[in-house]
């Protein structure tokens, strides 16, 4: 759009005033218009890199604590959650990444076997539209570190992203341990 935006008014000024540029113009203001219904990342503006640390860094302390609403206080509600991976519920391969209703099980469980993660690396990547969910995310990449009880800690990198709205997470991906 913008080559073509572009071409439209470096031929506007060279036809000039009254010589057709009205024309060029009228015909621009749909694309302009389709465009604008992208609402602004307002919602972000509270979510700086800190404010999203602060977030991830709650979220693990309440895994590694095994409480018991971390779904509700921490995911995303099921119009917006898209998935949660990890190296055991692998997305998309596995069904039960995409499905919110199983994590508080899966939270529970692998709290039960003694499994924790810590932050040890946190980047902030900014906000992006995701039009699936109609919603402003903001997105960041981390490495954590993974110990299951009596087992040598691991790297654990991964991605996410926060709903600006909610504040939630929405997507969450620990690539491998």
Not at 3 to 26: C, D, E, K, Q
């Amino acid at each position: 759009m913008v080559a073509g935006l572009s071409v439209a008014v470096a031929f506007a000024i060279w036809l000039g005033p009254g010589n057709g540029s009205s024309v060029i113009r009228a015909k621009l203001t749909p694309e302009v218009s389709r465009s604008s219904a992208v609402p602004t990342p307002a919602p972000c503006d509270s979510y700086s890199a800190e404010r999203t640390r602060q977030v991830i860094t709650a979220f693990l302390s309440a895994y590694n604590a095994g409480t018991h609403d971390i779904t509700d206080r921490f995911i995303a509600a099921p119009e917006q959650f898209q998935w949660y991976g990890a190296p055991d519920r692998v997305f998309p391969d596995n069904p039960a990444s995409m499905d919110r209703g199983t994590l508080p099980e899966y939270f529970s469980a692998e709290h039960a076997r003694g499994e924790r993660l810590e932050l040890r690396d946190f980047s902030f990547n900014g906000p992006q539209y995701f039009p699936d969910i109609h919603e402003w995310i903001v997105n960041f990449g981390y490495t954590l570190t993974h110990t299951v009880q009596g087992a040598n800690p691991n790297p654990a990198p991964g991605k996410g992203s926060l709903g600006c709205t909610s504040g939630k997470i929405v997507l969450w991906r620990i690539d491998s341990w």
